[in-house]
Each structure stands twice: as C-alpha cells, then as structure tokens.
C-alpha cells in the first residue's frame, strides 16, 4: 500500500511512503486523521490531504495564529 500526502489547498504532493496493510503504523495514521482528511483510492492507497507550509503561512499569517511551533527559532 502507498499513503501519499497531498496539499488540499494547492494539490502539491509532499510525502509518499510504502506500508504494509498490517502496520500498525497505518491503523495510528488512520484513527488519528480521521474520514475528513484521508481519501482511498481505487488501488487501495491512502491519500492524506493535509496543508503544506507554504498555503499554511498564507491561509493563517504569523501575526494571526497560534501556530507558532511550526516555524523554526528565529534569532534577534
């Protein structure tokens, strides 16, 4: 099985993985994301559709949000 992430905003891939069916990697993923995000494709491939960080920071600017962790340390 492959799990791809895909960008929802700007259909960019980000990541794409091979997994067994039985991994118990793919059950975490699967109860954690949740029907909203994670698509199955004809194959039987899970597509994850997530924001990449690009239409992250432009959907919620830095001055707007509490994502904050997202961003690595900034010097002064």
């Not at 799990?3 to 793919?26: G, H, S």
């Not at 899970?46 to 959907?59: F, N, T």
């Not at 904050?68 to 340390?73: D, I, K, S, T, V």
Request: aromatic share 6%.
């Amino acid at each position: 099985m492959r799990i791809t992430w895909i960008c929802r905003n700007c259909d960019a891939r980000l990541a794409k993985v091979t997994a067994r069916d039985d991994d118990p990697r793919v059950a975490a993923l699967t109860a954690q994301a949740g029907d909203d995000i994670i698509d199955v494709d004809r194959e039987g491939n899970l597509v994850v559709h997530i924001l990449c960080e690009d239409c992250l920071e432009s959907i919620y600017p830095e001055e707007q949000s509490d994502l904050y962790f997202l961003r690595g340390p900034e010097l002064h």
